[in-house]
């Protein structure tokens, strides 16, 4: 399984940007998928996941109401829109890909099983 995320960037305080992870074969609907971020000098948090249906979606406290974790099966990709972005959010973003039939969202970062390279999103003041 390969995951390949994109659409970071540069974007000032305020902007918005929507990130999108792209899977070899038909990955995304039989995972549970999510959105990681690690900033310099710190270590790797759980930033939003997401059921396999879709029906499910857990975020962390620092981006609820800003960001939105979305999936179009069909298309094998998973989305992380996210708005209202503030400089504390500058990190390089990884998506994640839960074990094959995974049941609900999954919150940290041992219970996924394959990882993308990995985004970088700078939000400038």
């Known amino acids: 399984v390969q995951l390949q995320a994109s659409g970071g960037g540069l974007v000032q305080a305020g902007g918005s940007l929507r990130l999108s992870c792209g899977a070899s074969?038909?990955?995304?609907?039989?995972?549970?998928m999510g959105w990681f971020r690690q900033a310099p000098g710190k270590e790797r948090e759980f930033v939003a996941g997401i059921s396999r249906s879709g029906g499910s979606t857990d975020y962390a406290d620092s981006v609820k109401g800003r960001f939105t974790i979305a999936r179009d099966n069909a298309k094998n990709t998973v989305y992380l829109q996210m708005n209202s972005l503030k400089p504390e959010d500058t990190a390089v973003y990884y998506c994640?890909?839960?074990?094959?039939?995974?049941?609900?969202?999954?919150?940290?970062?041992?219970?996924?099983?394959?990882w993308g390279q990995g985004t970088q999103v700078t939000v400038s003041s």
């Open positions: 994640a890909a839960g074990p094959l039939f995974s049941y609900g969202t999954l919150l940290s970062d041992v219970d996924y099983q394959y």
């Open positions: 074969g038909r990955t995304v609907g039989s995972r549970s």
